[in-house]
């Protein structure tokens, strides 16, 4: 890192309510956040703790009540304007009656990028997923988990400073998962690019991030931040004492007991 | 499958003639299965023959019934066409501007639903006689575009419920990751939605061509314009004491109609089948 690039996101007291009067719901509340460029950052908590909302506010495709969002230096809505991020649901989403070569080219067609430069980068993002002989394929030819692939190759397409996950493998089965997230790990080496991952798993948390953002529900507000260290992840890694060291640390978070200094 | 199903009606017509009574069952006073004489229920042979003759008999060289109804089909089928073609143009705009605006398909959906209760017979009269003296770029209104008129009143309307589902279909996963490169509406309209839309408004257009012939023909017989399929109906049903299988004729030739109309919808079904797909799991 030699030139210093600004954080690829910064929350300031950012919080979100729905609805108005007696019946709002305020779905976040001060939250605070910096996410280094590079940097791999998962959130986590129960269910309506607010974290795709949060996820949705980084990628201006919900507005804050309160708050300053920045991405990667600009207001979040310029950001988005200039496919500043790439974002993966998960569902995959993939456009049926496109081939999967053309659901990766869906994001450059709408950049108005020349079709033979559009080819060349699909080609090259889906061989950078392991799909690289599966362009010509229909989506619903795929297992869920290349679908997922697609989508994953679809959201690095512009090659993004920033990919917003939400809960990505959360519909694939545990072997599907590990082997996915392993894969993510590779690709984010490769693109250097920072993320920020939603996941309701504590251990894929751990495994994939530098740092674990615990979220609590109502009203939606982070309760903890744990470091996650964790060198250069492998297999190995998730057999390690201090991999599962970490998962207590978290899970405690989650319970709201914050432990102290791990072992 | 389709020439299966004919054979079979067919072959019910005539077993019914066979085994029903001529004068039909009563019960009691009522009727409960209709009469199956000649008069009533003619054979098919009988209906058959009507397609060859004279249709005004004694007179040479005039023509035969099939041309009159081929005529006449021809005649109304473009009547129809038109109206489709005004109604899936109108519906469809009503369906973009309700997806666009939600303020709009809360304002219109209830009128748009409210105005297939309107019974086509009094409505039919009416466009004919508020057009009447109406004159559009001096072009005059003929008599033949109120039956145009509703025939489209007819197909708008599934064209509008079946593109308003089709353009809302896309799940937010699809709208949501549009809308994250940046696309803007028309962009989504042409890449998303449009493309989703098919699956629906495919069925809604065989829908709409169907209801613009219905809507055709009875504005047709309800206008008292000569010269398509409706006036024939009811040419030959007054002829009906004279001869009972006359009557089936125009009516085949307004099943055949509908036939060629979805025909040709399913046709274009076909050219953009990449776009019909299973929902994926």
Known sequence: ?263 | MLLLALVLLAAGWELYKLVAPDDGVRLGESLILPRSDDASMPHLARIAEVFGEQEVAGVEGGGTVLASVLAAVWYSLRLAAAGFAVGVAVGFLLALAMQRLRVLERALLPYVVLSQTVPLIALAPLVYGWSGNLSLFGLDWQPWMSVSVIAAYLAFFPVAIGALRGLSSPPPVQTELLAACAASWSQTLVRLRLPASVGYVIPALKLAAASAIVGAIVAEISIGLSGGIGRLIISYAQQATGDPARIYAPILGAAAMGVVAVGLVALLGLALRRYQFQEAA
């Open chain 1, 1 to 263: 890192m030699s030139a210093p690039r600004p954080p690829a996101v910064a929350l300031e007291g950012v919080g979100k309510r729905f609805g108005t009067g007696a019946t709002a719901v305020d779905a976040l509340t001060r939250i605070d956040l910096t996410v280094a460029a590079g940097e791999f950052v998962a959130l986590i908590g129960p269910s309506g703790c607010g974290k795709s909302t949060l996820l949705r506010i980084v990628g201006d495709l919900i507005a804050p009540t309160d708050g300053a969002v920045r991405v990667n230096g600009k207001s979040a809505r310029q950001a988005r304007l200039d496919q500043d991020y790439g974002i993966a649901f998960q569902s995959a989403g993939l456009l049926e009656w496109r081939t999967v070569q053309g659901n990766v080219e869906l994001p450059l067609a709408l950049h108005g990028l020349g079709r033979a430069k559009r080819r060349a980068q699909a080609r090259e993002l889906l061989e950078l997923v392991g799909l690289g002989d599966f362009g010509a394929h229909r989506p619903s030819q795929l297992s869920g988990g290349m679908q997922q692939r697609v989508a994953i190759a679809r959201a690095l397409a512009r090659r993004p400073a920033l990919l917003l996950m939400d809960e990505p493998f959360g519909a694939l089965d545990e072997m599907t998962r590990e082997r996915m997230q392993s894969e993510l790990i590779r690709i984010c080496a490769e693109t250097s690019a920072a993320v920020v991952f939603v996941t309701h798993s504590i251990p894929e948390a751990v495994f994939l991030s530098q740092r674990v953002v615990v979220m609590s529900p109502r009203p939606g507000r982070i309760t903890q931040v744990v470091d996650v260290p964790l060198g250069a992840r492998d297999e190995d890694t998730r057999e390690a004492d201090q991999f599962y060291a970490t998962i207590t640390d978290v899970r405690e978070a989650l319970r709201g007991r914050a432990r102290e200094a791990s072992p």
